[in-house]
């Protein structure tokens, strides 16, 4: 009798430690995470819309006041490739390492880790308007758009890939 009650005051103390954990834990999406779990994720922060899929697009989208949030898709497996932010309408916002306006902005949406890896990112290269950053847990283009700035997360193992994708759009027509 009395190992029952060991064992089962053992079993529900682990249980209330891993509901805390999972409780107090803030859940994140980044690419290569499936949609549904960035589509909950965005209902979560206050600064991001709504996600809707757009066909046209292949993926999730939405626009609040002046953020503009999206994340692109694989359409096999609903697995985010890449998302990004853009800003428009304020000139001090600027997707830049050392913007502290737009780390804080990464760190309201994601969290500090995201936006320290960035802060702390190597600048890779640019082309044409996009600039290329590595961190250490992901990569990151930005670049100054019409009106505003624009932010994307990418894999890192694919970073040369978009640098590649970048070049060739140079000079070949591209769809964007």
């Excluded at 953020?67 to 497996?77: E, M, R």
């Excluded at 800003?87 to 306006?101: I, R, W």
């Amino acid at each position: 009798m009395l190992k029952s009650y060991k064992f089962n005051y053992l079993f529900n103390a682990t249980l209330c430690a891993i509901a805390v954990i999972l409780a107090v834990t803030p859940a994140n999406a980044f690419p290569e995470q499936n949609i549904n779990t960035v589509v909950k994720w965005a209902k979560t922060r206050p600064e991001l819309p709504i996600l809707r899929y757009n066909s046209e697009a292949h993926g999730y989208e939405g626009t609040k006041e002046k953020l503009y949030f999206y994340a692109d898709v694989t359409s096999q497996n609903g697995i985010v490739t890449k998302e990004g932010i853009t800003v428009s309408g304020d000139s001090s916002l600027k997707f830049a390492t050392k913007n502290a306006k737009a780390v804080k902005l990464l760190q309201n949406i994601y969290n500090s880790n995201i936006a320290n890896d960035f802060q702390k990112s190597r600048y890779v290269t640019k082309v044409g308007r996009d600039q290329f950053y590595r961190g250490q847990k992901f990569a990151y283009i930005a670049a100054e758009v019409q009106g505003g700035s624009s932010f994307q997360i990418i894999p890192l193992r694919n970073l040369q890939e978009f640098i590649d994708n970048a070049k060739y759009c140079q000079t070949n027509q591209c769809d964007l």
